[in-house]
């Protein structure tokens, strides 16, 4: 019974952060009624009240959820109803009902997660329910339970190749068939598409993985590692917007140089549309467009892991010819704001007179005023920028890019914010790198006649190590929150990075298995059309073989029990005499056999009596000596008969 | 003991001639707590057999012969009423002694027959509404005509089953006979023969047997030869468990006349034909039959 519990438990614990408090309260406390009832006879509740407790957790979630049906409800509703039946166990049926909706429970965790770690967890708690099932079919003794653990994890290894067969092959569609209601509470960790000032230095905090990349041949140095995300435009003193985007054609109009990047992107689910790509994309992926500021942007929202292939320069000239409405939004500025500032723009453009002379003297400015880079700047007031130009003079990138693209538009010339990742971590294990959420970066375009937008990073001039090496470098001080991922200890290091690595492998290969993948899976075996019927087939050859083997296996291992060591050596001892002539009947016994020999070979009389008195002695005898076997190894390794001429 | 029972096996050799197994089966059989069926054609010995076991164990024995009017009260006893005391009491039967031989016994109804059946399991009689218990050490030593003889009444399956061991005489050898034509009549030299044994060293023995250690890797070849039965189309219906019991305690007994402590795959073979042959027999009802059986179960279980 209280192994009964321990699978109630955990089944239910993984749910148990996702269903209100009073109905964990409520499962456990039916545990305990449950085992009371068991061993201190306690009585069972009668039908009417059980059918009243249903009723109210069933109210009651209706009140939490506003619904019964739907993934997290109906999780609840199965929950409940899993503890209620524990005060139903009257025959051997309801505890077999309990585990059958149990394995249930356990499926729908898929519904929440599908990391590895659950998967393991999910897998422990099948077995443990099948060990339930065993003790039942055993006329639960409870005191075997080592030995029913032990079957049911030799029955769900068996089960294994099956599992195997059934995913390899087993139809996927191209789309999944059903989408999951939508849930608002979901926390979302990533970029969003404005951007105020705190918002990447908050973002920085988190060491949750943004996306993974593999490159498929070389890899960019690490300055030129700008993940290129949504583009900014329009600032309202405050906050930068996307509004503005138009879609350019799928024949892009960038002129791309230099060397072409390669790579495969895994990106976490981020519940907003654009995908990320290095700065710049010469190939959109599919089901994605690309729009006016390079940004690829997904048909869909990223509400699930999403994998997809682009390739990029470092070197490309994009937008060359900027349109009007373009122009007018790369230069949209607040009014009346930051007069300081103002003043200082208009001075710069009297002093200088292209737009590239104006951009490196603000950024010599950056570098040799005291400004500082730093995760908490001051506050600043209503007039952000000269606040920040002139009076705090310390601020995180997205301080750097907003003033500087604020003073690059009074002066006339066209600006925007990038917002994105910039560097990343290689995992030499994998062969990937990963790029997380501290790696977050804003960083300042301008548009130049004749070269298009072009990149400049004031955060650069602020601290070069932010660009050359990782915000970790760039920053006076350790990150607190950092913790565990920014570990210097070694081997913790590689520990994390062999998690990542296996993390990053499972949902390549288990999560990422999709359609594609598996025809070009089954092209490897020379299915090249793969129908349903060829699946089918497949399914049934591979299924059958495999029963083969098993059935092969079970034949070999009864036809040749394991023996003991006395057992064996004996068998050699036989083996010994079998080729001199005397092979023994699998239904001699060794006197019969000894004699035998003897009575044919009166030579070996004295060592084959002393060898089969031995094996006797040790074979059914009680307590045999301890010695005795060692001299038995001696005696039968020292037996070499000879033939008889 | 054991230079006491080479002895007692010895003296039975003098007078059953050329029988040396067939007498350490039935010993074996006997220190198992079993009871014996003895069958075969008539004149082969089976009678001078049983007597002579009894006498060599210095056991008290009644005879009782077999016959198709025999009533069960003729075995187990009747109430008699005595006309000076006015009252009726027990007259205790031929089945009330140490070594009962229940000779031709399938001569006789099957409603005689199974009087010696709560007898030979339960070793107590019941009988007028009181519960007697037999004297200890208690054996039947049954004899038998091959049931296709006229005037047999085949004993039904129960009291076979009862039976540990069915054992064969066989013609004797050529050599043997002479000795039986040239020698002294046998009924007189089993008057002179003395007991080697008491009933006191016959319990002890008994207590004995179940002391001889059966190892794991036995007990394995001998469920193994039990599910062989089991589950082979061959035989009509497996060994019962009391069939491998009986298996095992005859092996156990087996090893004890050898002077061993632990019992041995041979022991097994040796002692199986003659305790599963009765039992696994289908209604063929051929002697040749049934030891074939025990010959292919033997040769089919491998000694693990």
Same mark, same amino acid.
């Given at each position: ?12 614990a ?49 009140? !939490?959820y ?24 009257k ?17 729908? !965790? ?11 967890y999910?897998?422990?708690? #099948?077995?443990?329910?099948? #060990? ?73 905090? #988190?060491?949750?993985?943004?996306f ?38 799928? !024949? ?40 006016n ?18 390739s ?22 607040p ?23 104006k ?14 880079y ?19 003079r #310390? ?8 003033s ?45 006649r ?27 001080f350790r ?66 073989s ?11 291992? !009864?036809?040749r ?51 089969t ?33 | ?39 075969? %054609? ?58 009962? %031989? ?62 540990? &061991?069915?054992?064969e ?49 036995l ?5 193994? %030869? ?21 298996? &095992?305690?005859?092996?156990?007994s087996w ?21 599963v042959?009765?039992?696994l ?24």
């Open positions: 019974m209280l192994w009964i519990l321990a699978c109630q438990a955990m089944v239910i993984p749910h148990l952060l996702r269903i209100p408090v009073w109905l964990s309260i409520m499962s456990a406390g039916v545990g305990i009624w449950g085992y009371k009832a068991v061993s201190a006879k306690w009585k069972y509740p009668r039908r009417i009240i059980l059918l009243l407790m249903v009723i109210i957790a069933s109210t009651g979630i209706f009140i !939490n506003g619904t019964l049906i739907g993934r997290n409800a109906g999780v609840a509703l199965l929950i409940t109803m899993l503890s209620l039946k524990i005060l139903e166990f025959t051997h049926k309801d505890v077999i009902l309990f585990v059958y909706l149990g394995y249930f429970l356990v499926v729908t !965790n898929f519904l929440f997660s599908q990391t590895m770690l659950i998967a393991i999910m897998l422990a708690v #099948s077995i443990g329910l099948t #060990s339930t099932l065993i003790m039942l079919s055993r006329h639960g003794s409870e005191l075997n339970l080592g030995k029913n653990v032990k079957q049911a994890v030799m029955m769900t290894l068996q089960a294994i190749p099956l599992m195997l067969v059934m995913f390899v092959l087993f139809p996927r569609l191209p789309s999944p068939l059903w989408f999951l209601p939508e849930d608002n509470s979901r926390a979302v960790t990533g970029l969003s598409d404005t951007m105020k000032p705190g918002a990447i230095s908050e973002l920085s905090r #988190s060491d949750a993985v943004a993974r990349v593999s490159f498929s041949d070389a890899i960019p140095p690490a300055s030129q590692l700008y993940w290129r995300g949504p583009v900014l435009w329009q600032y309202d003193g405050k906050t930068w917007h996307t509004s503005y985007q138009k879609f350019l054609k799928r !024949n892009m109009q960038g002129k791309y140089s230099g060397k072409k990047y390669t790579y495969t992107i895994t990106l976490e689910p981020h519940q907003q549309y654009w995908l990320f790509a290095l700065d710049t994309p010469s190939s959109i992926p599919p089901d994605s467009y690309i729009n500021g390079y940004s690829l942007i997904s048909r869909n929202r990223i509400r699930n892991l999403y994998q997809y292939t682009s990029s320069y470092t070197r490309y000239i994009i937008g060359d010819k900027l349109s009007l409405a373009e122009k007018k939004s790369a230069l949209q500025l009014e009346n704001l930051n007069p300081k500032t103002g003043k200082w723009a208009r001075e710069i453009n009297r002093r200088f007179a292209t737009a590239e002379e951009a490196k003297y603000i950024l010599g400015y950056f570098r040799e005023k005291p400004f500082s730093t995760l908490s700047p001051p506050l600043l007031g209503q007039n952000a920028v000269d606040d920040f130009l002139f009076n705090t #310390s601020g995180f990138c997205e301080h750097y890019a907003s500087f693209v604020y003073l690059m538009r009074l002066m006339n010339v066209p600006a925007r914010i990038v917002l994105g990742y910039q560097g990343g971590e290689y995992n030499n294990l994998g062969k990937y790198m990963i790029v997380r959420q501290s790696d977050a970066h804003a960083w300042a375009e301008i548009w130049v004749g070269k298009g937008w072009i990149r400049i990073d004031p955060t650069g001039a602020v601290s070069p190590d932010r660009v050359e090496k990782s915000i970790e470098a760039a920053l006076p990150v607190s929150s950092g913790g565990l991922m920014r570990s210097d200890n070694p081997v913790l290091r590689t520990l994390i990075l062999y998690w990542d690595s296996a993390n990053y492998k499972w949902h390549n290969w288990v999560l990422g298995y999709d359609s594609a993948k598996q025809s070009s899976l089954l092209e490897k075996f020379g299915i090249n059309s793969a129908s349903w019927e060829d699946i089918a087939i497949s399914i049934m050859v591979s299924l059958g495999m029963l083969l083997l098993i059935a092969l296996w079970v034949n070999m291992s !009864n036809r029990p394991r023996k003991d060591p006395t057992c064996r050596l004996y068998l050699k001892f036989c083996q010994k005499l079998g080729r001199i002539g005397f092979r023994q009947m699998a239904h001699e016994g060794p006197i019969d056999y000894a004699t035998r020999v003897t009575g044919k070979r009166l030579d070996l009389k004295d060592e084959v009596d002393l060898i008195h031995i094996y006797i002695k040790l074979r059914y005898s009680r307590n045999p000596p301890t010695n005795l076997f060692s001299q038995y190894k001696k005696c039968i390794r020292k037996f070499h008969p000879r033939k008889n001429k | 003991m054991n230079t006491t029972i080479n002895f007692l096996i010895n003296q039975a050799n003098e007078i059953i001639l050329g029988k040396e197994k067939q007498i350490r089966l039935s010993l074996a059989c006997l220190f198992a707590r079993g009871h014996l069926l003895i069958e075969d %054609l008539p004149g082969m010995g089976k009678t001078t057999l049983a007597q002579l076991l009894a006498r060599l164990m210095g056991l008290q024995y009644n005879r009782i012969q077999f016959t198709s009017d025999l009533l069960p009260s003729d075995i187990i006893g009747a109430a008699i009423y005595d006309r000076d005391k006015g009252e009726f009491y027990f007259h205790p039967g031929p089945v009330f002694t140490q070594v009962v %031989l229940a000779d031709e016994i399938n001569r006789a109804t099957p409603k005689a027959q199974s009087a010696l059946l709560e007898a030979m399991e339960e070793r107590q009689i019941t009988a007028e509404g009181e519960t007697r218990d037999l004297p200890e050490p208690f054996f039947v030593i049954a004899t038998q005509n091959p049931t296709y003889h006229t005037g047999t009444f085949p004993l039904p399956e129960s009291q076979f089953d009862r039976f540990m &061991m069915r054992i005489l066989g013609f004797p050898s050529r050599q043997a006979e002479r000795s039986i034509l040239t020698g002294r009549d046998r009924s007189i030299l089993l008057q002179t023969i003395k007991p080697c044994l008491t009933s006191e060293q016959v319990l002890k023995i008994q207590s004995l047997v179940p002391q001889v250690h059966v190892s794991d890797a007990l394995d070849y001998l469920q193994d %030869l039990v599910d062989f039965t089991r589950n082979d189309s061959s035989t009509s219906n497996g060994l019962s468990p009391r069939g491998s019991l009986a298996l &095992m305690r005859s092996a156990q090893a004890f006349l050898d002077g061993r402590d632990a019992v041995i795959p041979e022991d097994v073979q040796i002692i199986l034909p003659s305790v042959g009765h039992r027999r289908q209604y063929t009802d051929n002697l040749s039959d049934t030891s074939s059986i025990a010959q292919k179960l033997l040769k089919s279980v491998a000694i693990p």
